[in-house]
């Protein structure tokens, strides 16, 4: 026992004052914002308020020391000082279950949210794709058969040079040369005429 405490017990005794308890006093510096005494209390409360997440959400750890870092935060914010180490020990749970309901309710909205934003992406690339397909078909009948049967051995069926070159009877550069043509007018087909 420090002299401070010595002396205030001994002042207590004289004048019969309640002494604050030691949860009380730890609480009230924290919530002065003690920095010491909340390492303090971090150590000493963090694995209980982990278990206390896992024992409330049933998830992982990873999700578990999220929810007590959410909880330290909140602890921060609001912790008033409290009487006894009860009282603490109900507020805490009342916070990690808040702070586990918070993070449900925000993981739920989350992936509402994504399902949505899928339904909707994939719809729109659907109709955009059909489209481009459309225009490439037409565009194909346009250059020729001879033309539209190298597109189609390269990038169809993914051969190589020296196959298509085999195929039709010309030299791996030659067959380059003609992709390479016929990809440039495409892509100018598709900037349009004042694209440049």
Not at 116 to 132: M, N
Request: proline share 2%.
């Amino acid at each position: 026992m420090t002299a401070v405490n010595l002396a205030l017990t001994i002042l207590a005794a004289d004048r019969r004052v309640d002494l604050p308890s030691e949860t009380r006093t730890r609480t009230a510096a924290i919530a002065s914002g003690d920095t010491e005494a909340f390492s303090r209390f971090f150590n000493e409360w963090f694995e209980w308020m982990g278990r206390e997440a896992g024992r409330l959400s049933g998830r992982d750890d990873a999700f578990c020391a999220d929810i007590v870092q959410d909880s330290m935060m909140r602890v921060i914010r609001s912790l008033k000082p409290l009487d006894g180490a009860d009282d603490l020990r109900r507020w805490l749970r009342v916070v990690v279950r808040s702070c586990v309901y918070d993070r449900l309710r925000a993981d739920a909205r989350r992936q509402a949210r994504d399902r949505a934003a899928g339904r909707a992406a994939s719809r729109q690339p659907d109709a955009l794709l059909q489209g481009r397909i459309r225009w490439l078909e037409r565009e194909l009948q346009s250059i020729g058969d001879a033309n539209a049967d190298l597109l189609l051995m390269r990038y169809r069926f993914g051969w190589t040079l020296q196959q298509i070159g085999a195929a039709v009877g010309l030299k791996t550069g030659a067959v380059d040369g003609r992709l390479r043509r016929l990809l440039g007018i495409l892509r100018r087909r598709e900037r349009g005429p004042h694209d440049g």
